[in-house]
T-cell receptor, first 115, second 110 residues
Framework: DVKVTQSSRYLVKRTGEKVFLECVQD?????MFWYRQDPGLGLRLIYF???????EKGDIPEGYSVSREKKERFSLILESASTNQTSMYLC??????????????FGPGTRLLVL | GQNIDQPTEMTATEGAIVQINCTYQ??????LFWYQQHAGEAPTFLSY????GLEEKGRFSSFLSRSKGYSYLLLKELQMKDSASYLC???????????FGKGTRLSVIA
């Protein structure tokens, strides 16, 4: 079974703090993704990575950065947390299958509250 | 670009059948996924369609018409535990990431 883990289920931070969200997968997947999920807006892609040290911007990268130093780990960084970054953050991974069923597997999510 | 539409909410009765529709517009197409997400939990994979037609998996079936840009998820013999959000997601051209719809929240009532 694919396992994707995230460092925290719940996190409370103050405005202006630097926040690190960690994601680890144990299935040797090349592809990893960070989403945020908000009521009425669905899942929105922040950043993704198709290889170590590689990163691509998703639909809403502003205010975020990422790091992928090892294949199994993909970190999301909020450089200076703001209240509008209060959200559920979901990490996912997948094995690349060009033109085929590339299923994404999700971690349990981190519910972040920025005060 | 890609655009995915699905109803925001649906309600159905235990034991009944419900159909959740998804329409999409995309410049290229490499498959459509359905995910289930219970409140407070992560999405989990339900089904994948890349060719036209119906894929059946137990109580759940998924249908795709590529020419119409249309899919539906059919849930039979509804159970209370089927109360969840159902997310439609489309894989576009090349190696682009999945694009998710906003999800349909299904409530199953007694």
């Amino acid at each position: 079974d694919v396992k994707v883990t995230q460092s925290s289920r719940y996190l409370v931070k103050r405005t202006g703090e630097k926040v690190f969200l960690e994601c680890v997968q144990d299935m040797d997947h090349e592809n990893m993704f960070w989403y945020r999920q908000d009521p009425g807006l669905g899942l929105r892609l922040i950043y993704f990575s198709y290889d170590v040290k590689m990163k691509e911007k998703g639909d809403i990268p502003e205010g975020y950065s990422v790091s992928r130093e090892k294949k199994e780990r993909f970190s999301l960084i909020l450089e200076s947390a703001s209240t509008n970054q209060t959200s559920m953050y979901l990490c996912a991974s997948s094995l690349p299958i060009s033109g085929g069923q590339e299923t994404q597997y999700f971690g349990p999510g981190t519910r972040l509250l920025v005060l | 670009g890609q655009n995915i539409d699905q109803p925001t909410e649906m309600t159905a009765t235990e034991g009944a059948i419900v159909q959740i529709n998804c329409t999409y517009q995309t410049s290229g197409f490499n498959g459509l996924f359905w995910y289930q997400q219970h409140a407070g939990e992560a999405p989990t994979f339900l089904s994948y369609n890349v060719l036209d037609g119906l894929e059946e998996k137990g109580r759940f079936s998924s249908f795709l018409s590529r020419s119409k840009g249309y899919s539906y998820l059919l849930l039979k013999e509804l159970q209370m535990k089927d109360s969840a959000s159902y997310l439609c997601a489309v894989r576009g051209p090349g190696n682009t990431p999945l694009v998710f719809g906003k999800g349909t929240r299904l409530s199953v009532i007694a």
